[in-house]
């Protein structure tokens, strides 16, 4: 079993792969009271785009040499934290303002990933894809834009409730209760009470009774005397960007989304120094990252879903594990990898049919990270067009409706995705072209069962 050989867990004496960070102790992060978390208002100013990584040939390197083995230690828990809505453009990552402290003080204690990406533009394609280990075009879905999944799709927590495992987790959005099949697999599943169902935004405030539940979660012997595994999602920087008392960073929404990120990284930081408390937080680990980003005017867009650019698909990625030492990893990374990474950080086997691979090795390797492709997938639906891309180093090629357009970018002389490649380096557009053809034959696609509404279907597809 993979998880017999994986996990560096309490080795105090890990030393940091690039020899640039101590080696984190296996106390969580800093408390609240450690942390300067009152609110500081400031002036408005642009978002500095992140920096991408050196421009390299497309041709792939050979991968690194094998990690050492490692010593096998007890099994872990795993709490997932997903933010809606939250941009790759963190304090950590250079944002100028400090929208999130405690965020910022688990990723310098935690590997941290640069380039993450979610697998779609929105919640539905990418939180399916997240929880199955597959891309959304895999997976028997009704085909609407609040796509529902039924259960013949088998999503990761079905499987360490299988092993085990105790699943639980709570959510705030009414997406999230019965509609979209994310239940399955739990075996404690709550919503917060009294949301909308409102199919366009998201109306109410919530992160305090979201606290409240999983605090009330993981509080719960019957949840963590054995090992366990827990999944909240925290919906408040989705539009609508509402104010908070005492937060206020000016009056453009990038200022009113920035202060619900300040409020929801208030919570998040109360239920950080629960974790800390109890006894089992030493054998737990900490994901964060986020089902898509969010558009302020970048390509005249605003909110997210519908296209793959930059903005709505690159993602925060932070994996704290107890006695691994922090460093950043910069080369381009899925959450289609959350899924194995999960798995084997609780000693459970992946399935083969899974699209991503762990990222458990790479947390402790000294080595450089192997280069690897992302895709990123958005089926048609009632609501998108059909969209996919793929990244390979720091160049990109997205591909609209049934491939039938391609538009290269160079991410890294190009963050802002202003320039088309197509024309001016055509050598580069037929390699990363051929690249993203041959790569997409892994997919195998699944017609969803509504096809009669399907935007920008053509009458030779099916779907």
């Not at 509080?219 to 960007?241: E, K, M």
């Not at 619900?260 to 629960?274: I, R």
């Not at 357009?405 to 072209?433: H, I, W």
């Amino acid at each position: 079993m993979r998880g017999a050989r994986i996990l560096p867990l309490l080795l105090a004496a890990c030393a940091a792969p690039f020899g640039r960070v101590a080696p984190v102790k296996p106390a969580l992060v800093p408390t609240a009271a450690q942390l300067d978390t009152t609110p500081k208002p400031a002036r408005v100013q642009e978002a500095s785009p992140t920096q991408a990584a050196s421009a390299a040939a497309v041709t792939s390197v050979p991968p690194p040499a094998p990690a050492p083995p490692i010593v096998a230690a007890p099994k872990l828990n795993v709490i997932l934290i997903t933010v809606d809505a939250l941009r790759a453009d963190m304090p950590w990552q250079g944002y100028p303002r400090d929208i999130a402290p405690n965020l910022t003080a688990l990723a310098n204690a935690s590997v941290s990933y640069s380039r993450a990406y979610s697998v779609s533009s929105y919640t539905a394609m990418s939180i399916a894809a997240l929880l199955s280990g597959r891309y959304p075009a895999e997976l028997e879905r009704s085909g609407y834009f609040f796509s529902a999944y039924p259960d013949e799709v088998t999503f990761f927590p079905e499987l360490l409730r299988q092993a085990g495992v105790r699943t639980v987790g709570a959510h705030a959005h009414f997406y999230f209760d019965t509609k979209s099949g994310f239940r399955q697999g739990f075996d404690d599943y709550r919503i917060v009470a009294g949301i909308s169902d409102d199919r366009t935004t998201a109306r109410e405030i919530t992160s305090p009774q979201h606290l409240a539940l999983a605090l009330d979660i993981l509080g719960n012997p019957v949840n963590t005397a054995g090992q366990f595994f827990s999944w909240f999602h925290f919906i408040d920087p989705h539009d609508l960007y509402l104010a908070h008392p005492g937060i206020a960073f000016g009056g453009k929404p990038r200022d009113h989304y920035d202060g619900e990120v300040f409020f929801t990284d208030q919570h998040l930081g109360k239920l950080f120094e629960f974790i800390r408390s109890q006894p089992w937080g030493e054998r737990t680990a900490i994901i964060v990252t986020a089902d898509h980003g969010e558009a302020f005017g970048e390509h005249r867009m605003v909110r997210h879903g519908f296209e793959l650019w930059e903005p709505l698909t690159r993602v925060p990625l932070i994996i704290h594990v107890p006695g691994v030492a922090a460093k950043r990893v910069d080369v381009p990374r899925s959450d289609i990898d959350l899924a194995p990474t999960i798995l084997e950080l609780m000693g459970v086997p992946s399935p083969s049919n899974f699209q991503g691979k762990s990222l458990v090795g790479e947390l402790t390797a000294t080595t450089a990270p192997e280069l690897r492709d992302v895709i990123l997938d958005l089926p048609r639906t009632s609501d998108s067009y059909r969209r996919r891309a793929l990244v390979h180093d720091t160049y990109k090629i997205i591909a609209y409706d049934d491939d039938y357009r391609f538009e290269v970018y160079d991410l890294a002389k190009d963050p802002g995705e202003k320039r088309d490649l197509r024309k001016v380096n055509p050598e580069l557009y037929e390699t990363m072209k051929a690249r993203y053809l041959e790569h997409i034959k892994t997919i195998h696609e699944v017609c969803p069962k509504m096809r009669n509404r399907l935007k920008g279907k053509r009458r030779e597809k099916p779907c």
